[in-house]
């Protein structure tokens, strides 16, 4: 570090070092919350569509939606304090003795009640976010109940099984038909499970005598995992199935071939 | 009320109540009527009953592991003082000076001793025993899961590796700062001459002692299936070695209050003279928060232990849907404490490092009041959050919502913290020893922390996330990244006044950076895992999952390697490092002010202040 | 709830420790509230889920209301007894031991009633098990009203023989009273929380 970027960064009492804007300090933070706001924000957009599995469901868009644009909003607060960390990282002092006393700032009244303020108007956006997909999905839920397929899915120690009342079958695999909404009724045999259809973005725990519901809309064709997400004893990590979002004519396909082998699933 | 002047302890007569029961007693004698009590309520329980029931092995093994801890204060001494007072004859002065353990060299750190510094270093030993073990288990954890269709360990011994690490480094997390720096450093920062309550302090770290040996016996009772959040009914299907895990949890619910009381007490009532709470150093009311929001949080975990207890002994049906019970009980109990716990680990190991910040940038803490808000908002809306941990439960879908907002809004408070530190830091020139690094560690580490709280707790990205392994990192970049990372920083912080020794530097260095540049592989490549679908606490995974998963296990590696270097570290510079100056880092808390050893009661003449700690710097205007 | 620590604060007047120590036991006092907290937490809302109609199975028999309340009278009365004394010191020596013999009394009334559940049924091989969430739950508040019962008869009998000793301090044994007063107070509305729980069936 030279002299005269130190004489800038720690103003001596009463002197005036012109103008925030035009600080050395300022300036390299201000470049170091751009870097590391702008890789945030690329990060959030392309890593997580690349990381998660494919999207078969309304649902799960959602659910990627969000994980994408939260990283986006949140990116600038992150940026900042990185920014700031980083600058007085850069500004290091090595030796055995302690460095020059520093400027001796108590508090800034301003910065605290705008930093407080944007935090909260942060969280706001979160909230509000949250409640509009939340409210959409159940609005949806409640208008589609007529139209939409029921599943009764039931967890045990270690499978899953599923029932499909409307066509009388059972079967181990989940099969469901594209752009129909479904409706999982979910209990669980023993202990506590959670139903999760990966690619749906969907999950509700089965618990013992009380039914879960959950509704989701699958808008393409596709494979599905079916896996717990509830620790539920040894083999939980087995406890796992497949499936397919399908045409409508393969599902029904599907349906026909289960009802004559007598509506069990081989 | 009798009256001790101080005089250095070579001058003064080593005290030697003859007759006295309490001169005989030890860690030995302790354990030997511990293992008397425990095995003689064993025999004598089993002898006639049925015990192909398990409802009978349960409350054989569960009485006789509670046993074990009584019969160990028995023999250690600690109810000696109970029952003097009880028959009215008093602890007399000489008695209680030889309970402090006043010149008796390393015989005291393992006796009934109250004197708060030897507490605090018979906590430290303890924290870093129970991290050994727990880190040891995640090694192996890791191990297992270094490539799909692994068999190292079956399902049966993973899963209880699960559950054991989780509750061992819960345990240690909740008092790696509090228990070490609370107890040693914090009484001789705040002016006082000790705790509150001494044989209180001596009474919270025996009787965690007692907890370890039966957390250990789990392992030789067939494990515990239902990792550490134990939920019910898994908790009742599960064998003999969920025992252990019940009674470790009563236990250590008992040592917390205990000690959550002492250390508020000690704050409220023994400040020294002028230290008005707006002189309180912020390491002491971080500890306090934390530890006053531990004192109401724990007893629902014990109540939810004691009715998992009741359920496998006696028959009750309290998680039992059959006659009435329901899982969701257990949770909402569970996360009742389990929320508020999460804060109480985090909030010493932040209120550690903006004690450090401050003195290696020579400037005062930014907005010390920002602070105490942030900790206080903290702890007053962590009680109101249980339910997002039960979003996918099925329990009252309805109220996701409001439990979603007070969720978010923690996200506030949290921000002051960081502001508070980015604040210290602007426009200062770090002095970038040990203690200091581990200020940018916790800045990254819980940065990333935080931010993939704000996806987990709204209920849509919840959806998806829940259970799996995304939600482990989260909490791991959370307690490990901000809680371990503050508390390592507090011990190369305190550690010159603990030992009197420095701790040594090219090993700190090379521990920190083995340590957070393996943590960051390894749970950015647990991200990975979660993102990609993989659910959490499986022994098992399908190959889609084996590079992120690869990843993780280098890191835990590096994270491993890291650990035992500093621990070498520790070992070597506590015997044989360079000797430590009074005030090594020119420090303004009243802890810099003494000597080391530091004197019985601390302070000669009792401090006045005058100021509060942080008049760094030059004036600004 | 003997803390004997003279000899560390030195420097404090009798008056301080007094003071902290009473803090100390009434943080205790926080704990234990939300023990209670958590126990009545369980009894309304597994009563208002009543899983499976099995918060009271058919058939199955349940306490008094007056039962609930006859457990807690051992814990009012020695809290009552112990207020006064702390008001009257020459009545001390009486208060103190209807304290100690209301508190036995109301912990063999307790057992007594532990011992003649009403409501355990027997599975099908034979062995007893506690049918229904009522059950459950009354068995768990009964549990904890006897810990009272014992903390606080220890309490009081040491008070009992303290009360008999010349020997002691009478300074420091008045804060004790009073450290004392706090915990009979605190185990005395536990108990009537636990009563009233326990009336809603």
């Known amino acids: 570090m030279v002299n005269h970027e130190e004489e800038v960064l720690a103003p001596t009492p009463g002197q005036r070092v012109g103008t925030f804007s035009k600080r050395k300090d300022v300036k390299r933070t201000f470049w170091l919350w751009l870097f590391f706001t702008i890789v945030f924000c690329v990060l959030g957009r392309l890593a997580y569509p690349h990381w998660m599995p494919p999207v078969l469901s309304k649902e799960m868009q959602g659910n990627e939606d969000i994980m994408i644009w939260f990283t986006v909003i949140s990116a600038p607060i992150a940026g900042i304090v990185l920014a700031v960390a980083m600058e007085s990282f850069l500004n290091m002092h090595r030796g055995d003795t302690p460095p020059e006393e520093g400027v001796a700032i108590r508090t800034n009244t301003p910065v605290v009640i705008i930093w407080t303020a944007g935090s909260v108007f942060f969280c706001i956006v979160a909230i509000v976010w949250g409640l509009v997909v939340m409210n959409t999905d159940a609005t949806k839920a409640a208008a589609d109940s007529a139209t939409s397929l029921t599943v009764d899915v039931t967890g045990a120690q270690w499978n899953w099984s599923f029932f499909y009342p409307a066509q009388n079958i059972h079967t181990h695999t989940l099969n469901l038909p594209v752009d129909r909404p479904v409706t999982f009724n979910v209990i669980s045999d023993d202990v506590n499970h959670s139903f999760w259809p990966v690619q749906l973005g969907v999950k509700v725990d089965a618990n013992r005598l009380a039914t879960t519901v959950i509704h989701a809309t699958p808008t393409k064709v596709g494979v599905l995992d079916v896996k717990c997400a509830e620790l539920c004893g040894l083999y939980h990590a087995y406890m796992e199935t497949s499936g397919q979002v399908q045409t409508s004519a393969d599902f029904t396909s599907w349906v026909s071939s289960i009802q004559a082998t007598g509506g069990v699933q081989q | 009320m009798t009256t001790l002047t101080h005089a250095p302890a070579s001058s003064r007569p080593i005290p030697n109540p003859k007759k006295s029961l309490i001169t005989r007693l030890h860690m030995g004698t302790g354990m030997v009527v511990g293992i008397i009590f425990c095995w003689g309520t064993y025999f004598a329980m089993k002898a006639g009953r049925d015990m192909t029931d398990s409802h009978n092995v349960n409350k054989v093994l569960l009485a006789s592991m509670m046993m074990w801890s009584f019969g160990f204060l028995v023999g250690i001494g600690a109810l000696i003082g109970p029952f003097r007072w009880l028959i009215g004859k008093d602890l007399t002065a000489e008695e209680q000076l030889y309970l402090a353990g006043d010149g008796q060299g390393v015989k005291r750190y393992f006796k009934y001793c109250t004197d708060h510094k030897v507490v605090g270093i018979q906590y430290l030993v303890g924290v870093m025993t129970m991290l050994g073990a727990g880190g040891t288990m995640a090694m192996m954890i890791r191990t297992n899961l270094a490539t799909p269709g692994s068999h190292f360990v079956n399902p049966n011994v993973y899963n209880s590796l699960v559950g054991l690490h989780g509750i061992t480094m819960i345990i240690a997390l909740i008092i790696v700062s509090t228990g070490p720096f609370g107890n040693y450093i914090m009484p001789i920062m705040i002016g006082a001459a000790d705790m509150a309550f001494p044989r209180l302090n001596a009474l919270s770290w025996w009787v965690l002692f007692t907890a370890i040996p039966v957390l250990c016996s789990a392992w030789f009772l067939g494990g515990i299936p239902t990792g550490w959040t134990a939920y019910a009914p898994l908790s009742d299907q599960a064998g003999p070695g969920m025992n252990a895990f019940l009674a470790t949890i009563i236990i250590f619910a008992l040592s917390t209050a205990v000690a959550g009381a002492n250390i508020t007490t000690t704050v409220i009532a023994m400040r020294a003279k002028g230290m008005k709470w707006n002189r309180v150093p912020i390491f002491v009311i971080g500890a306090t928060i934390s530890v006053a929001l531990a004192v109401p949080a724990f007893p629902t975990f014990m109540v939810a232990m004691i009715q998992t207890a009741m359920d496998r002994t006696i028959a009750t049906g309290f998680y039992d849907p059959n006659v009435g019970g329901s899982g969701w009980l257990y949770a909402n109990l569970f996360w009742i404490m389990g929320h508020p716990e999460v804060y109480v680990i985090l909030i010493p190991g932040v209120a550690a490092l903006m004690e450090i910040a401050p003195v290696f940038v020579r400037k005062p803490l930014f907005s010390y009041n920002a602070a105490i808000a942030g900790f206080a908002g903290i702890a007053g809306l962590s009680i109101l959050v249980w339910a997002h941990h039960m979003y996918m439960s099925g329990w009252m879908p309805a109220l996701n919502g409001p439990f979603m907002v007070t969720t978010e809004f923690i996200s506030v408070p949290t921000g002051l913290l960081f502001l508070v530190l980015i604040g210290t830091l602007w426009r200062g020139k770090p002095w970038m020893k040990l203690p200091m690094l581990s200020v940018y560690a916790f800045i990254w580490d819980f940065l990333i922390g935080g931010i993939t709280g704000i996806y987990l707790s709204d209920v849509p990205a919840d959806n998806y996330l829940h259970g799996s392994m995304y939600v482990t990192a989260h909490f791991h970049y959370t307690l490990m990244g901000a809680a371990l990372t503050g508390a390592i920083g507090g011990l190369a912080y305190w550690f010159p006044k603990m030992t009197g020794r420095m701790l040594n530097e090219r090993g700190g260095y090379i521990s920190f950076w083995l340590v957070q540049i393996g943590f960051n592989v390894l749970f950015l490549g647990m991200f990975l895992a979660g993102a990609e679908g993989q659910p959490r606490r499986v022994a098992d995974y399908a190959h889609l999952f084996a590079h992120a998963n690869l990843i993780s296990t280098i890191g835990a590696y590096s994270v491993g390697i890291g650990m035992l270097t500093l621990l070498w570290a520790i070992i070597h510079s506590a015997r044989s490092g360079v000797v430590a100056p009074m005030n090594p880092w020119g420090a303004k808390t009243l802890e810099w002010t003494v000597p080391y050893p530091v004197p019985l009661v601390n302070f000669d003449t009792p401090p006045v202040v005058t100021s509060d700690p942080y008049g760094y710097g030059r004036s600004a205007k | ?201």
């Open chain 3, 1 to 201: 709830m003997a803390h004997d620590t003279e000899f560390h604060i030195h420097h404090d007047s009798p008056e301080k420790v007094g003071r902290r120590e009473r803090l100390g036991v009434r943080i205790l006092i926080v704990a234990d509230g939300s023990f209670l907290f958590s126990m009545i937490f369980s009894w309304f809302y597994l009563r208002n889920l009543n899983v499976n109609g099995a918060w009271l199975p058919k058939g199955v028999h349940t306490f008094t209301t007056s039962s609930g309340y006859m457990a807690a009278a051992g814990l009012v009365v020695a809290a009552v007894a112990h207020r006064i004394g702390e008001k009257k010191m020459e009545a001390r020596k009486i208060t103190s031991m209807v304290a100690f013999l209301a508190l036995i009394f109301g912990l063999y009334y307790q057992w007594h009633q532990m011992a003649h559940m009403p409501f355990i049924a027997q599975d099908d091989a034979g062995r007893p098990f506690y049918n229904g969430a009522y059950a459950s739950n009354w068995v768990l508040v009964a549990g904890a009203n006897m810990f009272h019962y014992l903390i606080g008869g220890f309490v009081a009998l040491g008070l009992v023989i303290r009360g008999r000793r010349a020997s002691i301090d009478p300074v420091l044994e008045e804060w004790r009273q009073r450290i004392a007063g706090s915990w009979f107070t605190w185990i005395a509305v536990s108990g009537i929380l636990c009563a009233i729980a326990t009336s809603f069936k």
